[in-house]
């Protein structure tokens, strides 16, 4: 991996030692600069576990990805800075305490001088800053823990706490995300093919793209609008610097409204 060009594209200058603070600020450059985005199912183009293939595709051709693909990346990242990470594999419960299936998010544990942190840069730009791993309330997210199982819940701007993703502390390596990537690529009822979508964390909100739909978020100030295909492919290389130069395939509800 390229780390002086990553650290280029996100604007960070490389840490003098894996402490709390430098993985504060490599975690924060990285979400507020790599985007959540699905556009390569849509268009596609295969995605690749491969930390190479990553690399290539969000370091050299400047695009960004999904949970795998940005944690992922950001692992191999932090590994080459002198961090010890762990992959985790995370997955829903349900309101009756059913599990969801494993592999079906990407969560990271790391190791710093000045203790442990979870890391996740892929949950829909979400999470600007890791979180400490101790139970209790960190900012707007919450940590809890049962035995082994552990778990987080996320604050929403009505107040309510919204539920997470859940895992237990079992290290797992980036080819074991394959099986499961491949359904999110591929099944008719997986979130992503049926979501076109990126998502890029502000300072002061957020703005995204979803299914046509431009949503800027700004000091909890919200303003969505439709836009057209030409309008959506201009705010990808605006707003997310994302380059699409070929058309994506139609959502079933775009065939649908184009139908009737």
């Known amino acids: 991996m390229d780390v002086d060009a990553l650290l280029d594209r996100i604007g960070a200058k490389p840490p003098a030692a894996p402490t709390g603070a430098t993985l504060s600020e490599l975690h924060r450059a990285f979400a507020l600069t790599m985007p959540s985005e699905d556009y390569d199912i849509h268009l596609g183009v295969p995605i690749s576990l491969h930390l190479d293939d ?4 969000m370091i050299r051709r400047r695009r960004g990805g999904y949970c795998y693909e940005l944690n992922g990346l950001f692992a191999g990242f932090l ?8 992959l985790f594999s995370a997955f829903t419960i349900g309101e009756d305490g059913t599990h969801g299936p494993d592999f079906d998010h990407l969560r990271l544990l790391v190791d710093t001088f000045d203790g442990l942190f979870l890391a996740d840069c892929g949950n829909g730009g979400s ?3 890791p979180v400490p791993l101790r139970t209790g309330v960190h900012g707007h997210v919450r940590l809890q823990r ?3 199982l552990w778990w987080t819940s996320e604050r929403r701007h009505d107040g309510r706490w919204e539920p997470g993703w859940a895992w237990y502390p079992r290290a797992r390596e980036l080819p074991e995300f394959g099986e ?3 359904y999110h690529e591929h099944d008719p009822h997986s979130y992503f093919v049926a979501r076109r979508f990126a998502v890029l964390p502000t300072p002061d909100g957020r703005i995204s793209l979803l299914n046509g739909v431009f949503s800027e978020i700004d000091h909890d100030v919200r303003i969505d609008r439709r836009v057209d295909a030409d309008e959506e492919r201009s705010l990808l290389a605006e707003r997310f610097e994302i380059v699409i130069d070929r058309p994506w395939r139609p959502l079933a509800v775009e065939k649908s409204s184009t139908a009737s």
Do not use: H, M, P, Q
């Not at 990553?54 to 595709?57: E, P």
């Open 127 to 129: 999470w600007i800053d």
């Open 146 to 148: 049962d035995g082994d």
């Open 54 to 57: 990553i690399a290539d595709k």
């Open 79 to 86: 590994r080459e800075l002198g961090f010890d990470v762990t």
């Open 180 to 182: 499961r990537s491949r």
